[in-house]
Each structure stands twice: as C-alpha cells, then as structure tokens.
C-alpha cells in the first residue's frame, strides 16, 4: 500500500489531467461527458462525485478489473515487484478460487501452451513461424503479443489440456474445443493464434487465423462469448498500446490484428483494432480513459467503411474528436507502415485526415450521383450524425459541421439546422418515454446486485451531519499537528467538543475510534487508518469527506485573505471553523437550559445571575458569529 502510487496506477487506465492539487478524468466506471472522477495524490483516494464510487488504489484495481480483494493485492505486487509472503490455502480455498478463476487460469495456460508450440515446435517453426516471418514479422514482436500456433493433429491442446485437469465443459465454454459426435477436437488446428489481452495483460479469449486454403472454413475465428470474453467490450492490443495512446494523447483504429502488430514494429504503438466489428458504447468507454482524439484507418473498401462509419454517431455523442484517413487503394495498414516507415505513414496521416461528417458527405455523394430520394437519405443521416454532438459542450463545432454539410450538399443552412434540431426533440422525448416506463416499471432489488446503491453520499446528508464529518475529517487530517495552548490539534479538540452533541452514529464511531487509537498505541493514527477501516460503509464514508474538492470558500476568502487550502497555518483556520459550529452549538443549549431556569426561578439574586450567566453567552455567541459568519449560527438555530 506504501509503495502504489494511485497516480501511476490509476493513469494506465484513465487519462488524467491536473486540477489543483488533485487529477480528474472521466469516470471509468460509468458513461460521462464531463470528468466527474478525482484522484488524490497526496491521499491516495479516488472519489467519483457522479456514481459515487470511492476507494484506495487497491480497490481501484479490484473495482476496474473486477479482481478479488487479494487478487488485487497480488496484481500490485507484480506491478511493483514484490515479493508476497503468503500463508499455505486449505483444498477448500483452493477449489473456491479454481471454480472463479477457471476460465482465466485456463485461457493463460492456452496462450502459454499455444506460444511454446509456434516457438519450440518442429511444425510450430515451419508453419506458424514461417507465416509470420513471411509478413515481416520480427521476434520481439511476436513475443510482444504473445503470439501462438495451434498443431493441425486435432487434438495436440486437447490431450495436453486434459492431462491437466481442465475440463472438457470448461474446455468447450472457453471454445478452445469442438465435440462432434462425443469425439473432441481442438477448435483452432492448423491456426496461428492470436491472444486477446485486457488492459492488464489477462488473456481473455483468443482470434485465429487459417493457414491453409479452405472454404469451408472460415479465415478467422474468435472465441465464442462467456464470462470473460465479450466482444463488444474488448479491443485488440489494449495491453500493449494503452500507454502510448495516453502520452501522445491520439488512437489510431484499425480493422485486423495483423494490422495493429505491424504498426507496433513499425513505430506506431497508439493503435487498437476493433476485429471488424462497428465501435460499441463499450469499447468507445475504454478509449475514452485514454484519450478523445480517435483516428480511424480504412483500407478503401466501400462496404467495411459503411459498416464502421454506423458506430461513429456514437462517438460524436461521447464527445470525442473523430477524424478518418482513407489509405491509398489496394492499401492496408500492415502494408502501408512496411513500405513507407513511421515518417511516411504519419506524413500521409496528416495530410490526409479528414472530419467523420466532411468524410460521410464525400462517400455518400459518389454514392448518391442525381438521385433526389438518395440525396434525401442522405441529409437525414448526416442531419441525425450531427444532432448526436453536445451542442452545449461543442457549440463551435456543431456549427461548422452545420455550414460545411449545407454547402457540399447545396442546401440551406435553416433546413439543415431544423431538422437537426427535430432529431434532438425526438431524441429528448425518446429518452423521456423510457424514463417514465422505468419510473412505472422499476428494476427489481434482486436485478441491480451488478451495480449497488451507493453508500450514503456526503452531498446528501443534512446540514447537521455535514458539519460533524467536517470536525471529522479537520480531527484526522490535522489532529497530529500542533495548536497553541494545547498537546496537540487532537487535544483541543479532546477538551472542547462534547461527544454527546453527536448526532451521526459513524461520527460517533470514529471520533471514539480515534482516541481509543491513541490510547492503546500512544500515537495519533494515520489517515491510512481509517481508508481501509473495517466497516465498508464507514470506508466509503471517510474517503469521501477526505476526497474534499480544493476549493476555498467564500468566507475563507474574505475573513482570512486565503486564496490557497496550501500552506502552512491553514489547517488552523480550519480546525477553528469546524470546532465553531460545535461550540456555538453547546452555547445555544446553554442558553436553552438557563431561559428554562429562569422562568421558574423566583430569587431575585439568581435571578440577576443567570441574567450576567445569559448576557456572558450571547457575548460568546456574538464573537463566534462575527468570526466565522453567520453561517454557522444559522445552521445551529436550525435545530
């Protein structure tokens, strides 16, 4: 946990940017336009203030890769190298974990099995080597990508993997084996293989590609989907491109996997490839944590360039900058990068870029020639491409899209723009109907285990409680430093606050947790306490009131001439705004108490004295209020 740095580990999934003190970056936990999703250095927490989730940089990892909390643990210590020393697991444990793990223990032991037969393998070297060698690819390459060979026998990976152990079910769901007839045959014989790794290097199904001439048989096939492999949510070479596309902040998208592999030899490693298939929300999700400038490469055949043109609606709606290169005719990227390098592939890439909306306008014109009803459909593709930007985030481009469009299509700009404008009203009501059926018809409890409630968020919780985590969170990060006239920070607010004007039961925990803690071990305890504290709800809690955006407040500003939470004695107006709210509270109770006693007393000395006792209280309210605002007192007079 010392040696993560959240930072590094949090960026080689997300694209983060830096903001004050903090980093912010889209979610990648739910879909979102605008970064809603911090990330403290300096904490070591994450906090999205739109889903809500919250945690330390091991939950992070176990969230975004849907790993067990141990597996997390393990997937850090072979990030950073260390060395875990772990207690002998009983058979229960072990099977419970081979049972979960099944599919991704089997599907490493494949790629491993399929990589040792292209390499170490007389027929592995003459067909599969060859193959590879003959596209120009160099060693370190197919090493890169962990590339494979399937024997032609039939049932070489079959008899291997059942020696094993595995399972024939388990065999045939990961589809790495066919039956026919009760008799098993390996599914990709005769096949170079290609593994297909998630963001993290987990091997999570496998493409294959014929050698031999057959047709009957198909020239790729992918594993079938299951619990690990959806296809929709996966894109080649995420693994191994995943940090150039982060640092030069750009995705080249391709069709094939060869092409990706040639691009990575050739010098252009920000490239994924999509395996033919239109972009899903999902994969768009994935290159979003990345970057949002998207560059798609298309070899210059008409019906693949219609089919993945289908998918970019979608991508102008999630706000990326989409831009299309059509490759020189008879023309792929894995040629291309081999006969005019990374220069000559880049020159040609710039020069040639052009808008998805100028691009679709230029293929659907060839297409349309004189035909007024093709025109017609047309328009109303383009007109319906360009409602799907965020007019309030892309004014300015909408806008040039607008004009460009109606003066290609030689049209009028208010017809292009009412019709536009007509595809958003239709959108809105859409949205709206699904709204009020799922309002009418909500998801049973049971069908939402996938994605919980959150925990209670701070920005929900009444005025009250606001102000006791507000103490909370000044107690934990500030309690260990010193104030005057007092131990400690913690000490003074030891002696000042009264427990019993708690109203928050998790406050009341953890304002007893922590100077139990300091009682047992005769330290303040550290931050980190209470990040990973026992109780989950609590846990989320904490990490959201100490995930506070860097932001001074109104009052702040004017009262202390603070323009920076940075520096040294800040934390002292801190702690005195925090403790204000509790102090004035036990005043104006004081005062309660003492208006009940004075209406049934009757000495005319006691009765003078609990006058001076009433005017020495409203004095001491005065000067709260006049020091912190009248904030706080309206706040307190609330209850």
Same mark, same amino acid.
């Given at each position: ?32 336009? =605008? ?143 066919? #039956? ?6 390996? #599914? ?9 790794? #998630? ?20 020239? !790729? ?61 999902? $994969? ?13 490469? !298309? ?18 709606? $999630? ?128 069908? =939402? ?105 109104? #009052? ?38 003492? =208006? ?44």
């Amino acid at each position: 946990m010392n040696r993560a740095d959240i930072i590094e580990i949090v960026g080689q999934f997300v694209r983060l940017k830096k903001r004050g003190a903090n980093y912010i970056a889209n979610c990648p936990f739910h879909s979102e336009k =605008t970064p809603s999703f911090s990330v403290s250095a300096s904490k070591g927490i994450y906090k999205c203030f739109g889903c809500g989730k919250a945690g330390n940089v091991v939950n992070f990892v176990q969230e975004h890769e849907k790993l067990t909390y141990p597996e997390a643990i393990h997937w850090l210590a072979d990030y950073y190298k260390i060395a875990l020393e772990e207690t002998e697991r009983s058979q229960e444990q072990i099977q419970h974990h081979q049972v979960e793990e099944a599919l991704r223990i089997l599907n490493e032991y494949a790629a491993k099995f399929f990589n040792e037969s292209l390499l170490q393998t007389e027929e592995g070297q003459n067909i599969g080597l060859s193959y590879f060698k003959q596209r120009g690819l160099r060693k370190e390459i197919i090493d890169r990508f962990h590339l494979g060979y399937n024997a032609e026998d039939g049932q070489s990976f079959y008899k291997e993997a059942t020696q094993k152990g595995y399972t024939t079910e388990l065999l045939e769901k990961a589809g790495l084996i066919k #039956n026919r007839n009760g008799q098993f045959f390996d #599914n990709y014989r005769g096949r170079v293989i290609f593994p297909i790794q #998630n963001m993290t290097g987990r091997v999570l199904g496998f493409g294959a590609r014929i050698l031999k001439s057959n047709d009957k048989a198909p020239k !790729y096939i992918n594993s079938p989907e299951n619990e690990l492999y959806v296809k929709s949510k996966v894109l080649y070479g995420m693994f191994q491109s995943r940090q150039a596309i982060n640092k030069q902040d750009e995705c080249f998208l391709v069709e094939g996997y060869t092409d990706v592999i040639s691009l990575h030899q050739g010098g252009v490693e920000n490239v994924l490839a999509s395996s033919g298939t239109s972009l899903t929300e999902d $994969q768009l999700r994935l290159i979003g944590q990345l970057t949002k400038n998207l560059t798609i490469l !298309y070899d210059g055949d008409a019906a693949g360039v219609k089919a993945a043109l289908r998918g970019l609606d979608m991508a102008l709606s $999630q706000s990326f900058n989409v831009k299309l290169v059509l490759l020189p005719e008879g023309e792929d990227p894995d040629s291309f990068i081999q006969k005019q390098g990374s220069s000559g592939f880049h020159e040609y890439v710039k020069s040639n870029k052009q808008d998805v909306i100028s691009f679709r306008v230029q293929v659907g014109l060839k297409d349309v020639g004189n035909d007024p009803i093709a025109k017609s459909k047309l328009i109303n593709e383009i007109a319906e491409s360009i409602s799907k930007i965020n007019k309030a985030e892309d004014f300015a481009l909408q806008d040039y899209y607008i004009r460009e469009t109606a003066s290609k299509l030689q049209i009028e700009e208010a017809g292009l723009v009412n019709l536009i404008n007509k595809f958003i009203r239709d959108r809105v009501e859409q949205e709206r109907r699904i709204s009020r059926r799922e309002e009418d018809n909500p998801i049973p409890q049971e069908a =939402t285990t996938d994605f919980p409630e959150p925990i209670l968020s701070i920005n929900k919780l009444d005025a009250e409680a606001l102000q006791e985590w507000e103490l909370i969170r000044a107690l934990i990060e500030h309690g260990f430093k010193s104030y005057a006239g007092y131990e400690s920070a913690a000490s003074m607010i030891y002696e000042r606050v009264d427990p019993e004007l708690f109203t928050t039961k998790a406050v009341s925990e953890i304002y007893a947790a922590y100077f139990n803690f300091k009682k047992v071990y005769e330290q303040y305890p550290e931050m980190s306490y209470f990040l990973n504290y026992p109780d989950e709800t609590i846990r989320r809690q904490m990490i959201t009131i100490l995930h506070t955006r860097n932001e001074i407040s109104h #009052n702040w500003k004017e009262l202390y001439q603070i323009e920076s939470l940075n520096g040294e004695h800040n934390y002292l107006n801190e702690l005195d705004s925090a403790l204000s709210y509790f102090e004035l509270k036990k005043i104006l109770k004081m005062q309660e108490e003492l =208006t009940q006693h004075f209406r049934t007393e009757t000495d005319p000395e006691k009765i003078q004295l609990l006058q001076r006792k009433f005017l020495a209280l409203r004095n001491s309210e005065k000067e709260i209020v006049s020091k912190h605002g009248t904030v706080v007192l309206s706040l307190v007079k609330k209850k």
